[in-house]
């Protein structure tokens, strides 16, 4: 492994909602640092244009297309990353869904859509995951959780709810895994300007509201998260497990 500060030469890591906004954001990260990135989305066409347009910047990396909640389909994922590249390092568990309703209007459907997708999927992809980092002895779990797991916010229930699972269990894994030379670490963002934003975006009273609440008095740029991934991922980091870093512009620590 190279020496360089942050330097991921040689690691290989799998981006799940890689396609686009933070997830991509934090994809051209790794690769900048050196890593070899796959993309993961349920959209073939999406991933191989964002893969092109990594590769075309001279950095290494292909895609995997698969749906995060089908538990059989990240296992085949996982194998198939390592069967071709011999290991794998990094897990970015990124892919995530909304959805937003007055409490009495969600249906038990909705609930569980989001729930598996931003809950459920991260503990069984991790599983698969696991399985090869204990083998090279070691490995980097990244989730991204969500500030409002930790303020709360109306009409996004089960959103909220899965965010702060999953910052709890990035600290049970973190517990558990310590011993294998795993970490297991979560990056909790604010309000960023992303595709899954959109529709909040548009709402220039939100907008205001966020920049008036946020210290920097703005909303964050993707790119702002990606040097934490790399940060994370890398072997600087190896003392670091069980956390939750917030990136947030300020909005979560002032008044």
Known sequence: MSHTLFSLQGRVALVTGGSRGLGFAMAESLATAGAHVVLNSRDAKALSLQAD??????????????????????????????????????LIGNAGIQHRNVINDWQSDDWDRVTNANLKSCFFLAQACVRPMKAQGFGRLIFTTSITGILGRATIHAYVASKAGLAALTRSLAAELGEFGITSNSIA???????????????EAFVARVNGRTALKRWGK??????????????EAGYVTGHQLVIDG?????M
């Open 189 to 203: 963002p604010g309000y960023f300007e992303t595709e899954i934003n959109e529709a909040l975006l548009k709402d």
């Open 250 to 254: 300020g909005f979560t620590s002032t």
């Open 53 to 90: 347009a990594l590769k075309a910047k001279g950095l290494k990396a292909s895609f995997a297309a698969f749906d995060v909640t089908d538990q059989k389909a990240c296992e085949q994922a996982v194998d198939g990353i390592v069967k071709e590249f011999g290991r794998l390092d990094i």
């Open 222 to 235: 993707p790119s702002e998260l990606g040097g934490a991934a790399v940060f994370l991922a890398s072997e």
